[in-house]
């Protein structure tokens, strides 16, 4: 049974915030999704306008409503561009909420959420058996991305993974390379603890494995927690509040053992719901659970804007026009630039990295169109949008797109896959870290200077 006290708290401060909203429109000529439909319900003032009703709404057609607000990328791109300053994500996490606690959860949802998600240590053993079945009902789609395509078609497969090339799960996910690290600060003097995610954990640990690089050769102390879970915003996206408060306290309880100064993450998604999100969703009676996590928002940051920000890395320390230099475009995460602001510093990073040469794609902070679960329900429009961004990134001509988001590298290398493109995808810190490596092992001045490979 919904905790009715705060369904009506959650109620008057949606009804609070809509009020900013003035109806102008502005939302329509940012929004992915209104430039695919063309549809009013499909763009925030749209959504907006509903909620205003949603009280009546909710008890004649819960369903419809939720369709509408569901139908939603959470990119942020009409929240960045509102000139009233209307905090959309915000309403549409806390209407869905509403929603949920009212009308409950899909049986689906109450299996992925309550009984796969809130449970890492389940989700971990599923992820396993994941990565043995996965070779059976796949084949390889380019070996050039890495990618994968369902090897047959079914009643269960066909919604959500007919037609798209999609990264495997790894081989073995970082948390069973490296179960938990606690190091001391070294010349640096700083210490920090990472936040893995569950992308980079379970298909992209090498991700992982070059922060946990570039912390060696920076004298940086790492602390990674054993046993951590997902940063909650698939459960959040859900309405989940019960799962996504669940997942906090276990995650703040892992990183509250230790020390540190900073918390880093190399995912977008997981920066954007540990700083905004956690302190913003998360109540308890006594208030200690929303000042824990507003404290450890205050430490969390960006991994390029930690090396960058802090000055551990030099953006000038590489010649960016080496002979050989392989061009590289970046894309920018819509929840790293538009909700954070953070978009010099991966540039900065790249530019920091030898044997590479920054090029800029046009409407670079364009969406993807991934939006989590939005990819699975809508696969056709998130891959028309997706389909626009590849576009983009083979009119700049670079050989690499690189970026700062887990979840963007999926849709990316889906694109660029399924078009034949001979461009890799790669996390900004993966490339750096590469940097490193050829620079501790460069040649005499009088060898061929390797640089950076786009292979994967």
Known sequence: MADMHALVGLMREVEDQLAVCMRCGMCQAVCPLYAQTGREADVARGKLALLDGLLHEIFERPDGVAERLNKCLLCGSCQANCPSG?????????????????????????????????????LDRAAAWGTVFQKIFT????????????????PLLSAAMTGRHFTPLAEEPYHHAVPAMNTPAGRSGIRVAFFVGCLIDKV??????????????????????ANQGCCGIPALSGGDRESFQRLVRH?????????????????????????????????????????????????????????????????????????????????DPCHLKKSLGVFAQPRALLDAAGGCRRTEMQSPDQ????????????????????GGKRDLIRASGCRVVATACPACMLQLTDALSRAGDAVTVRHVIEIYAESLKRHANAPPADQTQEHIRPGV
Not at 139 to 154: H, M, Y
Request: with cysteine; aromatic share 10%; charged share 20%.
């Open 367 to 386: 969406c993807c169109g991934m939006g989590g679960s939005f990819n699975v329900k809508y696969y056709g429009i998130s891959s028309r949008i997706g």
């Open 86 to 122: 209307v905090r959309v994500i915000d309403i549409f996490l806390k209407a869905r909420a509403i929603l949920t606690a009212f009308a409950g959860m899909s049986a689906a949802q109450r299996v992925v959420l309550r009984g796969l998600l809130a449970h890492p240590a389940l």
């Open 251 to 331: 995650n703040l309880a892992r990183f509250e053992e230790h020390s540190f100064d900073y918390l880093v993450t190399a995912c977008a998604t997981c920066t954007a719901t540990i700083k905004e999100f956690w302190p913003l969703m998360c109540d308890d009676p006594s208030a200690k659970l929303k000042a824990r996590t507003r404290a450890l928002a205050e430490k969390t940051l960006d991994v390029s804007q930690f090396l960058i920000d802090l000055r551990i890395v030099d953006p000038g320390g590489r010649d960016p026009e080496a002979p050989g230099a392989v061009p590289v475009a970046y894309h």
């Open 139 to 154: 084949r390889p789609a380019s070996e050039l991305l890495g990618t994968s395509c369902a090897r047959f078609t079914s």
């Open 204 to 225: 992209y640990p090498g991700v992982a494995r070059a922060f946990q690089d570039i912390c060696a050769h920076h004298g940086i102390g790492l602390f990674i927690p």
